[in-house]
């Protein structure tokens, strides 16, 4: 076995990791507040296969990127920026605040993952095409169509 892993394997690694810190940490974020509610009927266990869906699409970003053989590179830098995107997604909910989180049909998915799409293309190919846009609405259309039938 080899003990010195290479950049590309760390990077895997890293990526990885991070997608399972991502998704463990809101599982528990959401379940301390909601356990202790008489109306909700929530497990941790059940959140956790919701976030772990939600953070592994991120990993759409390889479907495209596989080609170019910088698929590690764009990977990690995705599942880096994240909480950009999830500050993004916060302030788009606070913005909205009136209107509902029900009447936007999941648009706060896709400002959740534009964000990390675009700034991984934009660090590893040095320019933004429409690439991560397409990702961001496939991430969207997923994440909403699980929000809807799963819950």
């Given at each position: 076995m080899n003990e010195n892993p290479t950049p590309a394997q760390m990077k895997w690694g890293i990526s990885v990791i991070m997608t399972l810190v991502y998704a463990f940490g809101a599982a528990y974020?959401?379940?301390l507040p909601a356990r202790g509610e008489p109306n909700l009927d929530v497990t941790f266990w059940g959140?956790?296969?919701?976030?772990?869906?939600l953070s592994?699409?991120?990993?759409l970003v390889l479907l495209p990127g596989i080609k170019s053989g910088k698929a590690d590179d764009l990977l990690m830098?995705?599942?880096l920026t994240v909480p950009a995107g999830v500050v993004a997604s916060l302030l788009f909910a606070f913005a909205i605040g009136e209107a509902g989180m029900e009447e936007t049909f999941g648009l706060e998915y896709l400002?959740?993952?534009?964000?990390?799409?675009?700034?991984?293309y934009k660090a590893v190919f040095g320019k933004i095409g429409r690439t991560p846009l397409f990702l961001a609405v496939g991430y969207w259309v997923i994440?909403?169509?699980w929000r809807v039938s799963a819950w």
């Amino acid at each position: 076995m080899n003990e010195n892993p290479t950049p590309a394997q760390m990077k895997w690694g890293i990526s990885v990791i991070m997608t399972l810190v991502y998704a463990f940490g809101a599982a528990y974020f959401y379940y301390l507040p909601a356990r202790g509610e008489p109306n909700l009927d929530v497990t941790f266990w059940g959140l956790l296969l919701h976030f772990l869906l939600l953070s592994f699409l991120f990993w759409l970003v390889l479907l495209p990127g596989i080609k170019s053989g910088k698929a590690d590179d764009l990977l990690m830098l995705t599942v880096l920026t994240v909480p950009a995107g999830v500050v993004a997604s916060l302030l788009f909910a606070f913005a909205i605040g009136e209107a509902g989180m029900e009447e936007t049909f999941g648009l706060e998915y896709l400002v959740l993952s534009i964000l990390p799409f675009t700034l991984a293309y934009k660090a590893v190919f040095g320019k933004i095409g429409r690439t991560p846009l397409f990702l961001a609405v496939g991430y969207w259309v997923i994440a909403y169509l699980w929000r809807v039938s799963a819950w």
